[in-house]
Every structure is written in structure tokens, then in C-alpha cells.
């Protein structure tokens, strides 16, 4: 492949959010992952805490796996009411 079909290719697909693994987090309760999400085009923030498997459900013990505990739509995160979709990962939790 070429370098020039890689690069048509990106830019075809479309941005669905990212996830940022908190690796300096704020305190204990911080959340572990954080990010956003596009669903049906509609933007989303979400927060997760990384937890490990017990063993007694599908997963083998200490398998770990991220729990979400929050979603909610971007604009209301950020108090906007409006349609500024503009993300600053700065701001999410480190």
C-alpha cells in the first residue's frame, strides 16, 4: 500500500472520541479512564474505574477491566448548552 491510500483512508474514518488512562490521578476517587464518545452522533464524556476479575464470574481472577460510572452527554459536562462540541484533553483528570 501506498502512503497516499493511508492517508485517504484516515481521513475517511470518522473521530468516535478517545480514552485516556488517568496516570497521575487527582485522589483515590479519581476516575481511571476518562474520555469521550460519539454515539449516533451525538458526543459523550464518560469516567470508568479499572477494576480486577474475581474469578467467579466468565472472567479468569485478576483480569482486569474498566467499569463505567459515568456517561453523559458532552454539552451537559461542560455546562454548555449550545453545540460547541470542542474537547480539550488538558482538562481531563491525569
Known amino acids: 500500500m501506498s502512503d ?3 492517508t485517504e483512508a484516515k481521513k475517511d474514518r470518522p ?8 496516570s497521575n490521578k487527582k ?5 481511571d479512564m476518562s474520555g469521550t464518545i460519539v454515539v449516533d452522533g451525538v ?3 464518560f469516567g470508568a474505574y479499572k477494576q480486577k476479575a474475581s474469578g467467579k ?6 483480569t482486569e477491566f474498566y467499569t463505567f460510572y459515568r456517561v453523559e452527554l458532552a454539552d451537559e ?3 454548555a ?3 460547541d462540541t470542542s474537547f480539550n484533553p488538558s482538562e ?3
Open 4 to 6: 497516499d491510500f493511508n
Open 15 to 22: 473521530d468516535l472520541g478517545a480514552a485516556f488512562i488517568a
Open 27 to 31: 485522589s483515590p476517587q479519581s476516575y
Open 43 to 45: 458526543k459523550h464524556r
Open 57 to 62: 464470574g466468565k472472567m479468569p481472577e485478576g
Open 77 to 79: 459536562a461542560n455546562g
Open 81 to 83: 448548552g449550545g453545540a
Open 92 to 94: 481531563l483528570e491525569a
